[in-house]
């Protein structure tokens, strides 16, 4: 499956984005589907993942109840919407999928090209 992240850009704290990831070549239903961040100079990290069915999420720690996963199957498509965004939460963000894994990066196949997302103080 293809994927292509947009939606990015630079706010100020306590702004809101939401990311795309757009899917081609296979349906996102068919797969476990994960959004990453990756830092500038740091690894990349685990941000959420939304299951195959049944639509269950699961957010990393640092999230706080800020961000929500959400998947249109009409659409083919994922998002991240993300709220009272903080600084801390620059980085390139990557959707990603998997047919079977968890939370890590390397339980994922496909990935996006990543979009950069700049929380000014």
């Known amino acids: 499956v293809h994927l292509v992240e947009s939606g990015g850009g630079l706010v100020q704290a306590g702004d809101s984005l939401t990311l795309s990831c757009s899917a081609s070549?296979?349906?996102?239903?068919?797969?476990?589907m994960g959004w990453f961040r990756q830092p500038a100079g740091k690894e990349r990290e685990f941000v959420a993942t939304?299951?195959?069915?049944?639509?269950?999420?699961y957010y990393a720690n640092f999230v706080k109840g800020r961000f929500t996963f959400s998947r249109d199957d009409g659409k083919n498509t994922a998002y991240l919407q993300m709220n009272r965004l903080e600084p801390e939460d620059t980085a390139v963000y990557y959707c990603?999928?998997?047919?079977?894994?968890?939370?890590?990066?390397?339980?994922?196949?496909?990935w996006g090209q990543g979009t950069q997302v700049t929380v000014s103080s």
């Open positions: 990603a999928a998997a047919r079977e894994g968890g939370n890590f990066v390397q339980d994922f196949g496909s």
């Open positions: 070549g296979g349906f996102l239903s068919s797969y476990i």
């Open positions: 939304y299951t195959r069915s049944g639509g269950r999420t």
